[in-house]
């Protein structure tokens, strides 16, 4: 390969061409991540859907495959406080479902938990000590982010707003994710929850990388080489891709899921609130058509996923969180390694 017109990221990170396998909790595997490796960029191994335990478990199997620079990505929401009757009044909206589907209304309400960074899962970064560890919804508290700097690992976090992408620097971020409306999944937001806040990336891009000095990663609608040349026409150093490699064998999508990637269209992504609580993107299906994609009874982040999983067990396609940015018809049923390859070595020579 030429030579990168930012080469920031590539220096920061130690990678080899600057893009990130986004750490997706639905769908990224330890083959992604070492197959995202061994083609040059960063992968990302994601730990907000796992236990501490089977995050360690992925994190051996990567260290034992790949010695490059890996990712470890945490939330860092707050707990939600305890709203009984919240809870009873979304299970209550989803009742007729539970009729429907013959799930079990009067069976004790499953519990959806997202444990965010906490002392154990800093326990495992110190003892792995990944390259880079990234968070979701702002950074930990400061002793916690000392204890994981200290460690030597580069830290990123995402931004929705020039706002949050100046507090993250502010705050000791190595490099800043400005993740456009675009991108499929949770929404990064933490200073506000306000989604008139939220923009395209072709908007965001560039206001932050004018905001903040550290190098800026953009994240949101890149499913192409076209993509990331226009992302470093903006002033980005480097890409966060997702979408692109649920597409790809190593991913673990349900049946549902995989279907759906490679039929809906375009415009059939929406933020929605009903599956965990907080908004993320996702294609939208018969839950998000019939109670409105953000619905105000959804219980806080992460409790409203519950009550859906019986209706999930019944209708994976109309009950589940089918996570998918704006750009998923650009999707190739590709390698992970593949796939890497071709968008470095396409954009590249577009570059230079």
């Not at 990123?156 to 620097?169: D, I, N, Y």
């Not at 040349?229 to 649920?246: E, H, K, N, P, R």
């Not at 965990?276 to 294609?283: L, M």
Request: charged residues 20%; hydrophobic residues 45%.
């Amino acid at each position: 390969m030429g030579t990168w017109p930012d080469t920031r990221i590539l220096d920061l990170l130690g990678i080899e061409v600057p893009i990130i396998q986004a750490p997706m909790a639905v769908g990224t595997t330890p083959a992604m991540v070492i197959a995202a490796n061994r083609a040059g960029a960063l992968g990302s191994m994601p730990a907000a859907a796992l236990s501490i335990e089977q995050l360690r478990d992925a994190l051996t199997t990567i260290r034992q495959a790949s010695d490059r620079p890996i990712n470890v990505n945490f939330f860092c929401h707050q707990p939600p406080s305890v709203d009984d009757a919240r809870d009873q009044r979304w299970k209550a909206l989803l009742e007729p479902y539970y009729r429907e589907l013959g799930a079990d209304f009067d069976a004790p309400t499953p519990v959806s938990n997202r444990a965010p960074f906490n002392d154990a899962a800093c326990q495992v970064v110190e003892e792995f000590r990944p390259e880079v560890v990234s968070f979701h919804f702002g950074l930990p508290e400061k002793s916690l982010l000392e204890r994981v700097k200290a460690t030597g690992a580069k830290v990123l976090s995402s931004a929705t707003t020039v706002e949050e992408a100046v507090w993250l620097q502010a705050h000791g971020c190595d490099a800043i994710i400005a993740m456009g409306i675009e991108a499929g999944g949770h929404r990064g937001l933490f200073l506000s929850d306000d989604l008139n806040t939220q923009i395209g990336l072709f908007a965001l891009l560039p206001q932050v990388v004018d905001a903040v000095s550290v190098p800026v990663i953009a994240a949101g609608g890149i499913g192409d080489a076209r993509g990331i040349v226009a992302a470093f026409a903006l002033g980005a150093s480097a890409v966060q891709i997702g979408t692109a490699y649920l597409f790809t064998p190593e991913a673990n999508v349900t049946a549902a899921h995989h279907h759906a990637l490679r039929h809906a269209q375009a415009s059939e992504t929406a933020l929605t609130n009903l599956f965990t609580g907080r908004p993320a993107r996702g294609i939208v299906n018969r839950l998000m058509r019939e109670l409105g994609a953000i619905n105000p009874a959804a219980p806080a982040f992460p409790k409203a996923g519950g009550a859906l999983m019986p209706l999930k067990a019944k209708d994976e396609a109309g009950f589940s969180n089918l996570w998918s940015g704006q750009a998923l018809r650009l999707g190739k049923d590709l390698a992970t390694y593949e796939l890497t390859r071709e968008l470095a070595e396409q954009a590249l020579a577009k570059l230079t």
